[in-house]
């Protein structure tokens, strides 16, 4: 089983986008469980789960109910949804040794190929407890300067962390959404590709083009590979997966 976090502290990047194109795709073919870790709950929305009166992942962090009797199975992937009461984390999540609650869950996991996480635009031991969870990390980045600003802050995390023998987490790729073909965004994957060799993982050399059936297919409910395959992003995030496979597999 490996684990996977979708990462970064800037906003609407693509990050939940990521979460539910990887799963619904690696899903086709693997054991995928997909973990909502944002109050928000937009993973846990997107991919049409049920919402109302079911275990989250506060519980199951809280260890309150099993992971295996949390999780919703859709037809693709399993999911464990958020919830809203996850933006009390920082209070109720606050004692040092939280950070591994996670991880402890994950234990229960190992029936899964990949465990992939869907993190917040924000620092909080939510972030924290995945980065000690996740055996690799994929940063996602849109050509923007508070995106770019965002990856610098996951190198400091990634070397706190590790620095403390916490966690072994990988950079897997750096992956570049809302992509055009203009000189800008050229020069925006450059600038990825100097980051990645700081951050110890290279850009991945497919890019997710920006396309408006992105937002179509959440008013849909569905992921853009289920809602039109044909679409240029769908391919690209199938390329995509091709990719995080290869890479993993060295
Ligand atoms: N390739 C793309 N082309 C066009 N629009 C996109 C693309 N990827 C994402 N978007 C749009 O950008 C917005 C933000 O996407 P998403 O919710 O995936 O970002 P996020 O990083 O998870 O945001 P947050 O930081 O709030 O969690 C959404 O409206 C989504 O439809
Ligand atoms: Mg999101």
Redesign the pocket.
């Known amino acids: 089983m490996k684990t996977i976090m979708i990462s970064?502290q800037?906003?609407?990047?693509?990050?939940?986008?990521?979460t539910l194109e990887i799963c619904s795709i690696l899903g086709k073919k693997y054991k995928v469980l997909g973990i909502d870790m944002?109050a928000?709950r937009?993973f846990s929305m997107y991919a049409d789960a049920e919402l109302n009166q079911v275990p989250t992942v506060n519980e199951v962090l809280n260890a309150e109910i099993l992971l295996k009797d949390a999780v919703q199975h859709l037809p693709k992937f399993d999911i464990l949804i958020s919830s809203k009461k996850l933006v009390d984390a920082p209070k109720v999540f606050g004692e040092p040794d939280d950070i591994f609650l996670l991880k402890d869950v994950l234990e229960d996991a190992q029936d899964y190929d990949f465990v992939i996480l869907?993190n917040?635009?924000a620092r909080s031991p939510l972030l924290y407890m995945s980065y000690i969870a996740s055996d690799y990390i994929i940063p996602?980045a849109e050509c923007d300067d508070g995106a770019i600003e965002g990856l610098n802050e996951i190198q400091l995390d990634i070397a706190r962390f590790k620095k403390r023998h916490q966690t072994d987490v990988k950079v897997l790729g750096i992956l570049l959404?809302?992509?055009e073909k203009t000189s800008m965004h050229q020069m925006a994957y450059e600038t990825l590709e100097e980051i990645g060799e700081k951050l110890g993982g290279a850009p991945f050399k497919t890019k997710?083009?920006?396309?408006?059936v992105?937002?179509e297919s959440?008013t849909a409910r569905q992921s853009i590979s289920e809602y039109q395959p044909q679409n240029t992003?769908a391919k690209d995030y199938t390329k995509l997966c091709k990719e995080i496979i290869e890479r993993i597999q060295g």
């Open positions: 970064n800037k906003g609407g990047v693509g990050k939940t986008t990521t944002d928000q937009n869907d917040a635009p996602v959404t809302k992509y997710i083009r920006k396309s408006i992105v937002s959440k992003a």
